[in-house]
């Protein structure tokens, strides 16, 4: 009998509990549901069942959809369904300077993007690395060898490479897109590996960046490819039918492998033979004084990312510069007038010269803001379940920051699909107006902000100041004699807005910039 009684109580306290535990489920879920009816997503397009939205991240052009909708939701925050995970999209800069900056605790992670990561094996680059100790510590490497006043250890790389690009400009003038991308990859070889800009300008390595950055682009936008937010895809054997993605991220990945290994192994056998000109790889292994195999692929890691994102960003944005001159030659000419006024004729303008020449900065903000080069930056994750401005941001949602939009925010910029570099210029003093919002946000926002943007900017400005000082940039004429008009369209397929070949006409402004050309040559190689 008394076991019996204990039974029962026993079973008693079962039930009891249970009933505990059911009551505490139900009164979360609740909670849960009052929470999300008093905090609703944000406002998004109507998805459909199961695939969701996923048609909007594959459509053309990406950044322009979101702007539509930004407009047509009437919210600077939106929100998008695809194959069952959220998408929140940023349209102005107070939300992402709210969202990303402020509360980048919570927002300075990446998505996990499976084709990019997993199958073609980019989790190595500090870029897309989740938020965490190695994130930390590659940027750290980073932000201590190339500190923004440490302009020494990379401007006289691409003060050299300007100076030869300009004379190969004048041998081959309507090679003018390939031999920008010469420039950009012979300069970050040399910052980053010590390679000599010369010997570079037609290596191995500056061809299989431009191929692996092709893969990189194109599979960085979220949703880019199914296996994404369908993981489990990922186990498809390639020869299954449909499986084509399986086999471009295995050509990809191998494209990615030379970016990586290749000019890290010439540099490491360069240092033990005791040729190699002081760089990023060499600071790195004299700071870590008896680096360990870990310790070594980090360096090998933050370099390779450094080369991955350093080249083909600024060849975008100098392409989108050669175009604004073509389609807008006043502004060229007012920078020219600047130019011979500040630098004179018996030289080439020097990064001395940058704070007398606001002109040219002026054109180097328009040209990033007018068509950025990424108009949707890199992707965050947002890591805990958020609410801003009575909205649910859900965690686990993946963020992005719609720059297009907030750089043609006519509040901000009037008339911003028209090129205007005197947007940026005070009418009573000639001086920069600090009151523009400069365009320092195609860079990134919070924590993830790219930590090398003072190294591209200042390429960009050296670039752009010598090329006006030189050249005049024009629109070429065909066999005919008539003049070709650029129809000045994007690729707006992959993460960049890419500028489609177009052709112009490059000439010398006068006889004698030849002769100042070489001249500037000789200085900086016998520097």
Request: proline share 7%.
């Amino acid at each position: 009998m008394a076991l019996l009684d204990r039974s029962l109580t026993v079973s008693n306290n079962i039930l009891a509990w249970t009933g505990y535990a059911v009551a505490l489920t139900i009164l979360y879920l609740f909670q849960q549901l009052r929470f999300r009816a008093r905090n609703p997503l944000p406002p998004g397009p109507r998805s459909f069942p199961l695939i969701g939205n996923i048609q909007c991240l594959v459509s053309s052009p990406t950044w322009i959809t979101f702007t539509e909708w930004y407009h047509k939701y009437n919210s600077d925050v939106v929100h998008v369904n695809v194959a069952g995970n959220p998408v929140i999209i940023l349209n102005t800069l107070e939300a992402a300077a709210e969202l990303l900056e402020r509360r980048s605790t919570t927002y300075s992670s990446r998505p996990p993007l499976t084709m990019l990561n997993d199958l073609m094996g980019w989790k190595w680059a500090f870029v897309i690395m989740p938020y965490g100790p190695e994130w930390k510590a590659c940027r750290k490497l980073f932000t201590t060898m190339f500190h923004p006043n440490n302009a020494d250890q990379h401007e006289p790389q691409e003060l050299k490479a300007t100076r030869n690009f300009l004379l190969h400009l004048h041998e081959k003038p309507e090679e003018y897109a390939r031999l920008l991308r010469k420039m950009t990859g012979s300069s970050i070889l040399s910052v980053a590996y010590g390679f000599d800009v010369n010997v570079v300008q037609d290596s191995v390595h500056t061809y299989n960046a431009e191929k692996a950055m092709d893969g990189f682009i194109a599979a960085s936008i979220p949703g880019s490819f199914l296996v994404d937010h369908l993981p489990w895809l990922k186990y498809i054997p390639s020869w299954v039918p449909g499986a084509s993605f399986q086999r471009q991220a295995q050509i990809w990945k191998a494209d990615m492998e030379k970016l990586l290994h290749g000019p890290f192994a010439v540099t490491k056998s360069s240092m033990i033979e005791g040729g190699v000109e002081p760089c990023f790889v060499t600071r790195c292994f004299e700071l870590l004084s008896d680096p360990d195999s870990k310790a070594e692929g980090m360096i090998e890691q933050t370099a390779g990312t450094m080369y991955e994102a350093g080249t083909d960003t600024t060849v975008v944005a100098l392409t989108t510069f050669f175009l604004a001159m073509v389609k807008y030659p006043e502004y060229q000419k007012r920078a020219q007038q600047e130019l011979d006024r500040v630098v004179g004729s018996d030289r080439l303008p020097d990064f001395g010269d940058k704070s007398s020449l606001p002109y040219i900065q002026a054109i180097v903000n328009e040209v990033l803001r007018w068509q950025p080069v990424n108009p949707l930056v890199l992707a965050h994750l947002c890591t805990e379940e958020d609410i801003y401005n009575g909205y649910r941001i859900p965690k686990n949602a993946t963020v992005m920051a719609n720059v297009w939009a907030m750089f043609h925010d006519e509040t901000k910029f009037p008339d911003p699909y028209t090129f205007n570099p005197d947007r940026y210029i005070c009418a009573a003093d000639g001086q920069l107006n600090l009151e523009i919002m400069e365009p320092t946000s195609g860079f990134g926002f919070g924590r993830r902000i790219c930590p090398g943007r003072h190294m591209a900017l200042s390429t960009l400005w050296i670039t752009i100041a010598s090329v006006l000082a030189v050249y005049n940039i024009s629109n070429a004429l065909d066999e005919n004699g008539e003049i070709i008009i650029p129809a000045g369209d994007y690729d707006t397929t992959t993460l960049q807005n890419r500028a489609y070949p177009f052709k112009c006409s490059i000439k010398l402004r006068s006889p004698e910039c030849l002769d100042v050309m070489r001249t500037s040559v000789e200085f900086v190689e016998g520097k």
